[in-house]
Antibody, heavy 121, light 110 residues
């Protein structure tokens, strides 16, 4: 059974850097066919894709946010860590990590419960 | 506004069939697979359709997906009260090199 869980601060100040951790189980983040994604969703709005970290260490970033994002994996801990710099109140959102698979092109098939992050001074 | 567009709302009575549309362009829906997610308030999105028309295990066969040209649709047959939720389409956009989500459709079961 695949599970993912996000953790990190619930409140950050403007201009600070946000660091979120996705701890997963039930799969191995190895090879090019599996990845962990980060997706955020501002209150009352649609989800917005942020990053994909593949098991072969390939990384993809949403172009509008690329300069502010960095993602890395810690295989020994089954974790993927997202950092987002220069936080602004418009970045207030629920941040989700999700299992992503290219097998049968199933995509974002399993999601974590999400963690709400508020950006405010 | 979203690169792919959905109607903001849809409704139906129990037992009816409801269709939610997702309109895009040749750089996204026209050549890429479409995905559909169901989301209840305060919970994470749940994948209900992948690869245009495939259901993940555990998703009732009342849910079906289709695609034609640059538009896609999610159809829910035999509507039930528990289907009341927000529904989002998602697709990769080749021009943007970005995953794009529709603005979402709030489905109300009357």
């Amino acid at each position: 059974q695949i599970t993912l869980k996000e953790s990190g601060p619930t409140l950050v100040k403007p201009t600070q850097t946000l660091t979120l951790t996705c701890t997963f189980s039930g799969f191995s983040l190895t090879g090019s066919g599996v990845a962990v994604a980060w997706v955020r969703q501002p209150p009352g709005k649609a989800p917005e894709w942020l990053t994909l970290h593949y098991g072969d260490d390939d990384k993809r970033y949403s172009p509008p946010l690329k300069r502010r994002l960095y993602v890395r994996k810690d295989t020994s801990k089954s974790q993927v860590v997202l950092t987002m710099s220069d936080m602004d109140p418009v970045d207030t959102a629920t941040y989700y990590c999700a299992h992503y698979s290219t097998s049968n092109d199933i995509g974002f098939d399993i999601w974590g419960q999400g963690t709400m992050v508020t950006v405010s001074s | 506004h979203s690169v792919v567009s959905q109607p903001p709302s849809a409704s139906g009575t129990p037992g009816q069939r409801v269709t939610i549309s997702c309109s895009g362009t040749s750089s996204n829906i026209g050549y890429r697979f479409v995905y559909w997610f169901q989301q209840f308030p305060g919970t994470a999105p749940k994948l209900v359709i992948y690869r245009n028309n495939q259901r993940p295990s555990g998703v009732p066969d009342r849910f079906s997906g289709s695609k034609s040209g640059t538009s896609a649709s999610l159809t829910i047959s035999g509507l039930r009260s528990e289907d009341e939720a927000d529904y989002y389409c998602a697709v990769w956009d080749d021009s943007l090199s970005d995953w794009v989500f529709g603005g979402g459709t709030k489905l109300t079961v009357l």
